[in-house]
């Protein structure tokens, strides 16, 4: 039988390191960050406060911030490589009809692209896109979670995918 602990990692652990990665574009540290979490919500397990999903998510955000705050940014030369991210993501178990290697390779690439990309826009830029992307939360959730009413997030939104797709296109 599960905790109450194993069952809110085995819900959102995996959505929990998605957001991280789209915030820090790095997947050891999104990891460590997520991982950080669940260890002090171990070690205070007794406590009673109720473990929701926005305050997962909050402190996941929070441990980004501290990441952000210890470290200078990671130079895009020493992220890691794509296929490392991809089985992170996604778990890539390629069944017989997968596309080959050289379709894996042009979609790795792909997904590094965005993810430098990401690092070019403002952190509210970042973590709107994130939570609505990346951890597949929807517009009333990403609100709730950044404090701000839906229109101005639906606002934000459309201003980072905006900024995303300039920064993407100026690199071709």
Known sequence: METPLEKLYTEYA??????????????????DIVQNVFMRLASKQNSSTTITKAYLFSAVRNGV???????????????????????????????????????????????????KALQMLTEEQREVLSLKYFSGLSTREVAAEMGKNENTVRQMEFR???SLRRVLQSKK
């Open 65 to 115: 911030k501290d990441f952000w705050k210890r470290k200078r940014p990671i130079p895009f030369s020493h992220m890691t490589a794509a296929n490392d991210t991809e089985n992170e993501m996604g778990g890539m178990d390629i069944p017989d009809d997968a596309p080959g290697p050289l379709e894996q390779a042009h979609t790795a690439s792909e997904f590094t692209s965005v993810l």
């Open 14 to 31: 995996r959505a929990l390191h998605r957001f991280a990665v789209g915030l820090t574009g790095n997947v050891d540290e999104a990891s």
């Open 160 to 162: 980072a995918l905006s």
